[in-house]
């Protein structure tokens, strides 16, 4: 196993499949930590562990999850803990986008980013806060520029991250006292398979027109590897992200 500053501690990461997690699932690993893989596409995932093991000698435990599944993430904390004795960094990545205009959307698009975006953050955040507690460990949160100012081309996925952000922000007040540490970290559009309207940002922007996945990674590794301190917030944009504003 790869020696590094995250070495014998054990990492969750959800939506490991692909783009951020997939990134930061390596970079975890090249730091030297456990690393739990869980999405819903479980072939994805094996072949996320094999490149892990193979380029880092990482440990590694695949569990398929559906984050909306609450007995599913529960049992995927679980599993995490079973396997490694322990539990130390907690990533909650998994998100999506649907529709766009209020006036148009349907109730399934709408329910569908609640039911990723907010109640599996909330499931993930829930179940994995006792072992936090024991570890000393870190909750880090992917949020989203979408949830630092208003998004007029999709105001429920703005609403979702913007729930995140207040969601973390508060449970950090509540369990801070209990030697967890929290993180938000907020990226710019990601090159990443991330679907807008049938397009993935990979398709819609050219390599280093905007944050990279590795980026976002390389932040989630910064801010996991802190300690006693903690970021509690780290925005990634691509540089000249606010000069329309």
Known sequence: MTEGPLSAQTAVVTGASSGIGRETARVLA?????????????????????DLEAAH????????????????VADLVDAAAAQFGDLDVVVANAGLARGSDVESMTSEAYRAMQDTNT?????????????????????IYVGSYAGEYPRPYNPVYAATKWW???????????????????????????RT????????????????????????????????????SMVHELSLYERDKLTGL
């Open 30 to 50: 090249r730091e030297g930590a456990n690393v739990v893989l869980a999405a819903r596409r479980e072939e994805r995932l094996h072949e996320v562990a094999d």
């Open 57 to 72: 000698d990482a440990e590694t435990l695949v569990v398929p999850t559906d984050v909306r599944d609450e007995d599913a």
């Open 119 to 139: 109640d599996g953050v909330f499931f993930l955040t829930r179940a994995a806060i006792p072992y936090l507690k024991e570890s000393g460990g870190h909750l």
């Open 164 to 190: 995140l952000r207040g969601f973390a922000k508060s449970v950090s007040g509540q369990v801070g006292e209990d030697d967890v540490g929290v993180t938000v970290v907020n990226p710019a559009a990601v």
């Open 193 to 228: 398979e991330f679907d807008l309207d049938g397009t993935s940002q990979a398709e819609r922007f050219a390599p280093g027109e905007v944050v990279e996945p590795a980026e976002v990674a390389e932040a989630i590794a910064f801010a996991a590897e802190q300690s006693p």
